[in-house]
């Protein structure tokens, strides 16, 4: 760099040295010492050794103008030639006093006469008008300007030995790119700033998420609103943190035991169950050991749970897999993840490890957690008669799940179960379809009863007029009407035979909880209803014919067996797994002090690690986290169009 400065400076070409010293005018343009040039105070310097253009200028250097540490640039300035004035001031003062002294018999030169002469006219000159003009300081920095800009642009950068350019025309390509970025910066900041204004938001530079939309709470709402003192000494509850990983997972596994214990399991120290269908090896233990102070189990799990059933011919389900990896089927090659997906879905809960617990929350390698969870979510659910909670819900794939909605209502009609209106949130609802019915702004769960309700009456109505039309109009225009009605109808039915995934006028809408995050009551796994609902599905060959996600069994076996009360949302746990995550923002007035998580004080990484947590991000209207700072490089799952917390929010109340 410091080469190539000097390379750039070898270059610059300067302007030729200037007989006039334009900063010696008056504020009228006239020169104040237009011919006075063989003063002492005037003598030219050697501009070879100090680099100077002006030569009517006394050098800085120079003691006797005392203008060294006033003046800028080539001894350029205001006090320069208040320095030249003072100095020829003097040199006249001194000439009369020799004068005055010297011998009667020697007289001065007539040149030297006549320049002392010259020079006193010009100084009383310029004093009077001083004393009686007002100088503008504003039109004589303008005037000063406007000559530097002129010697500045004279300046040219040789190229080659006979060809040079002005440097303003070698700097103004770069001079556009700054001031580009410098209004591009400017608007985005003043547009950030409109917006954080109007919404709540953090600005271009903030790493704030979007304001939050207000739930309603009839049914549901966040246990704790930002941050608690830990109740340590409080009892626990009866509960776990399985995690289901193999030894290869460590890595990831640990990744998530750190989070989970920087943002909640330090303070409450609840114990871990790992599962594999192989044995753990003495490296994974022994890295898990070390994350937590946590009661660790690990356990293998029966090959009877975890292969598929001995019925089922070892054929079909290799046939079954790999059709699935042939139509890219997302995991559906993989049959360790069928595995996987069968044991979550009906055999974790009946583990020997499990038996004695009565809940458990779900960890899966390779998680992220936002926010600290200050209280304790197992006692909370208890108290307000939760029985399952998660924290995003999104669609499934539909082709991994082509027939379980079918199985799903087949078994719902063989048990003659009476669903409630949890069961409506995997329904597609007729009217989403409908044009009469579409108003996605406004229709909440009342509006669309009242639509549908003034659909029946419309076709009540309908009925009646056929009815009375029948007396009084001949048999066969009443033939004719009935045919059309009837073709009607026939085509209707001939559509919906054609929706494989309706049933009965039911269809599923590919909404599940993401049950990697899941914190429930396994006795609501362990019931007769949900094995016997667990056995049908098993004996359909969906999880080996199909990809059938433990996720989707869970969401609508929730639908066939509790109430919308019974479910909870905890919006408040901010939460990432693969490239899906939901984080909320921190609740406004309900912060406390960064609690210091450093578990090796001599770690450079934890160290590190802390003090990046020390900053959460800033409060937000209806935030609801605690601490949260959040990942930026993805969009929150409430915003996307994947998500179905929309339907979540209309069935428990709407938002406020």
């Known amino acids: 760099m410091v080469n190539l400065l000097k390379s750039l400076q070898s270059r610059l070409i300067y302007p030729a040295p200037s007989n006039t010293n334009h900063f010696d005018e008056d504020d009228d343009g006239e020169e104040l010492f237009p011919t006075i040039t063989s003063s002492a105070a005037m003598t030219p310097v050697n501009h070879s050794q100090t680099g100077e253009y002006f030569p009517n200028y006394p050098r800085k250097s120079d003691s006797s103008t005392g203008s060294s540490n006033n003046d800028s640039g080539h001894g350029l300035g205001i006090n320069s030639e208040k320095a030249r004035l003072s100095s020829l001031s003097d040199n006249l003062s001194a000439s009369a006093s020799s004068s005055a002294g010297s011998s009667p018999t020697m007289t001065s030169s007539p040149t030297h006469s006549s320049s002392s002469t010259n020079l006193k006219l010009l100084l009383e000159k310029h004093r009077s008008r001083k004393q009686n003009q007002p100088r503008s300081h504003t039109i004589r920095f303008i005037y000063k300007l406007s000559h530097k800009i002129r010697y500045l642009s004279a300046i040219r950068i040789r190229i080659k030995h006979n060809v040079s350019v002005p440097l303003v025309v070698f700097l103004l390509p770069i001079l556009s790119v700054l001031i580009f970025f410098l209004i591009f910066f400017l608007t985005r900041i003043l547009h950030d700033n409109n917006s954080n204004n109007n919404n709540n938001n953090g600005g271009f530079f903030s790493k704030s998420p979007p304001k939050l939309r207000e739930i309603s709470d009839q049914y549901d709402k966040p246990f704790v609103v930002g941050c608690l003192e830990p109740q340590v000494d409080q009892p626990r509850a009866n509960a776990v943190l399985v995690v289901l990983a193999r030894n290869s997972e460590i890595e990831g596994v640990s990744q998530s035991m750190i989070s989970l214990e920087r943002h909640f399991n330090r303070w409450f120290n609840y114990p871990y169950v790992f599962l594999n269908d192989e044995p753990f090896n003495s490296t994974f233990r022994e890295a898990v050991r070390n994350i937590t102070k946590s009661k660790v189990q690990f356990g293998t799990i029966d090959p009877v749970d975890w292969n598929f059933p001995e019925w089922a011919e070892p054929e079909d389900i290799k046939e079954g897999i790999a059709k699935q990896g042939d139509a890219a089927i997302m995991y559906g090659g993989m049959e360790s993840y069928h595995h996987m997906c ?70 719902k009609q063989n048990y003659g179960l009476n669903t409630t209106g949890l069961w409506d949130l995997f329904l597609t609802k007729p009217e989403d379809s409908d044009p009469d019915f579409k108003d996605a702004n406004k229709d909440s769960g009342s509006v ?52 494989p995934y309706s049933m009965n006028g039911e269809k599923y809408n590919m909404c599940h909880f993401w049950s990697n995050f899941e914190i429930a009551r396994l006795d609501f796994f362990r019931s007769k209803q949900y094995n016997d609902y667990f056995e049908t599905l098993d004996r359909s060959g969906g999880f080996w014919n199909e990809r059938w996600g433990d996720a989707p069994v869970h969401s609508l076996a929730a639908g066939l067996f509790l109430e919308p009360e019974q479910i909870h949302y905890f919006r408040d746990i901010g939460y990432r797994h693969t490239t899906i995550q939901h984080c909320p923002a921190n609740a406004p007035q309900r912060q406390r002090p960064h609690i210091p998580y450093i578990p090796d004080p001599t770690n450079k990484e934890q160290i590190e690690e802390d003090r990046y947590w020390a900053n959460p991000d800033p409060e937000v209207l209806n935030g609801v986290g605690c601490r949260c700072r959040c990942d930026t490089d993805i969009v929150d799952v409430e915003g996307k169009d994947g998500s179905c917390l929309a339907d979540w929010v209309d069935l428990t109340g709407g938002w406020v």
């Open 448 to 499: 669309r009863k009242r639509k549908k309700q003034q659909k029946k009456d419309k076709a009540k109505a309908k009925a009646e007029e056929n009815a009375a039309l029948s007396d009084i109009l001949p048999e066969e225009a009443m033939l004719l009407e009935q045919g059309k009605e009837k073709g009607i109808q026939q085509t209707l039915q001939e559509e919906e035979k054609l929706d």
């Open 342 to 411: 069968r044991f979550y879905s009906g055999k974790f809960y009946n583990h020997p490890l499990l038996a004695s617990y009565e809940w458990y929350w779900r960890v899966e390698p390779e998680v992220k957690y936002f926010c600290d969870i200050t209280y304790d979510p197992f006692l909370h659910m208890a108290k307000n008669n939760k029985v399952y909670g998660f924290t995003i819900i999104i669609k499934e794939l539909v082709e991994t799940v082509p027939n379980l909605f079918r199985h799903t209502y087949g078994f």
